[in-house]
């Protein structure tokens, strides 16, 4: 027997297997171009809320029809992918179905599992594909999406019908040879999905199902190999971001905004007042606020690269609904491209952060920040909990704090707040005036 077909799959596997180390050490390094996050407190509700949000899909049955379908693909994804050590076995070995004759009734109830998730995840695709080019939705035709993002999202839903339907044409060619007695081929019966294709191949010769079950069985590995390097390249990488981003999530109340330390220091100096702990004086001066990437930390950087593009936060953003330029989808995807490209520079002996281009104005403009009114909804509707508005915060905080560069409405705000303890120009004492207005009118 010839041992060319397991030296092709050891080096397809080491070939593979390089790349993806790569890739993944690309991506830690342009992560890691983040400051720390601190957030390594509440272990115990950090893995709860991975545990619902990302393994239980918590968010994505607010909108129940499209999460059914997801669920097939992301179940289908997790169990059938278990199959692989079979193949990886096989492959290595010149083996076939090495598990079958040790396992089993339970082999045929796997491979049916393997086989209902696979058929569900097919149908997905299908019907994600007619949302996103014959429905399509608004949310996937938004500027943003024009050109690769697209692309790439229909990419990944041919790949997947592909890779399912290998999977069926593969179990029902290899029942169609056992039927014809080769020992080769082990006899499992009560394969409902394949058996109902088994009768397209079961007039063939036995040399063209061999043939036919074989490509069946490289396309599918080599599939998943393409599909597993491919995935780093694309918004799917939230398959396996989804966990520590949703882990990592912001535990503290909605709309609490994070205040500045180095702020906080200044202050208390000015004020004569000692801060226990207070860190040493940085060597350079510390930047408020963010303009690239470094200034912001790991997490938000982790959060861009977790982005699924699905647009629900876009969906749901009053200033994107009433006509304003701002698009949460887009500032963290505009996050992810700059990250990756001072990443990419760095890799190249480039500039990387002293290219001349920083993420605010040369990705994301003051008049997109500025459209915010930060309600938190993008960050409620994220199916993995990611923060456009951490993002955008930071960003103002740097137009303000960095260039004075807020509208002149803003500067009023914050003038009447250092002065009046409120965004309205009256003194404290009357605060409660209204309320003596209210209570005459009750009386009359």
């Known amino acids: 027997m010839s041992i060319l077909p397991q030296i092709i799959f050891l080096l397809i596997f080491i070939v593979a297997g390089y790349f993806l180390y790569k890739r993944i050490s690309f991506l830690r390094r342009a992560i890691m171009l983040g400051k720390k996050s601190g957030r390594t407190d509440n272990p115990g509700e950090r893995w709860k809320t991975m545990g619902l949000v990302a393994f239980g899909q918590k968010k994505m049955f607010k909108r129940i029809v499209p999460a059914i379908f997801h669920l097939f693909l992301y179940v289908g994804f997790i169990i059938i992918n278990i199959e692989i050590l079979e193949f990886v076995i096989d492959g290595l070995f010149g083996q076939h179905r090495y598990f079958a004759p040790f396992t089993g009734t339970w082999y045929m109830v796997a491979l049916n599992i393997f086989e209902f998730l696979a058929f ?51 179990n029902a060619t290899d029942q169609a040879l056992a039927d014809k ?82 702020v906080t220091n200044e202050v208390n100096m000015m004020l004569g007042i000692q801060t226990e702990n207070a860190p040493e004086p940085p060597a350079e001066i510390a930047r408020f606020g963010a303009k690239d990437v470094n200034d912001l930390s790991w997490v938000n950087v982790m959060n861009a690269f977790a982005c699924t593009e699905c647009g629900r936060c876009t969906d749901q953003c009053p200033a994107n609904i009433t006509g304003k330029k701002l698009s949460p989808r887009k500032i963290m995807m505009d996050t992810r491209d700059r990250a990756e490209e001072v990443a990419m520079s760095l890799e190249k002996g480039g500039k990387g952060l002293e290219d001349g281009k920083s993420l605010y104005g040369d990705y994301i403009t003051k008049e997109e920040i500025n459209a915010c009114t930060s309600c938190n909804a993008c960050v409620e509707a994220c199916p993995v909990n990611i923060d456009p508005l951490a993002i955008i915060l930071e960003m103002r905080r740097y137009v303000a704090m960095e260039e004075s560069g807020t509208p002149p409405q803003w500067n009023a705000m914050f003038q009447n707040m250092e002065t009046s303890f409120s965004p309205w120009k009256f003194a404290p004492s009357d605060r409660f005036n209204w309320a003596d207005k209210l209570k005459e009118d009750n009386q009359s």
């Open 181 to 262: 007695g080769y020992s080769h081929y082990v006899q499992i019966d009560g394969l409902f999905f394949s058996s109902m294709i088994k009768p397209l191949f079961i007039d063939m010769g036995a040399t063209t199902l061999f043939y036919i079950e074989r490509v069946a069985w490289w396309l599918h590995i080599i599939g998943i190999l393409g599909f597993a390097i491919y995935i780093t390249y694309s918004k799917h990488l939230h398959i396996f971001l989804a966990f520590p981003n949703t882990y990592y999530s912001n535990l503290k109340p909605k709309g609490e905004m994070r205040n500045m330390e180095e």
């Open 120 to 170: 569900g995840s097919l149908v997905a695709s299908v019907i994600f594909l007619i949302r996103r080019n014959i429905i399509k939705l608004r949310r996937f035709t938004a500027r943003e999406l024009i050109g690769w993002p697209k692309l790439d999202a229909n990419l990944i839903l041919f790949a997947e019908i592909t890779l399912m339907t290998a999977i069926l044409v593969m």
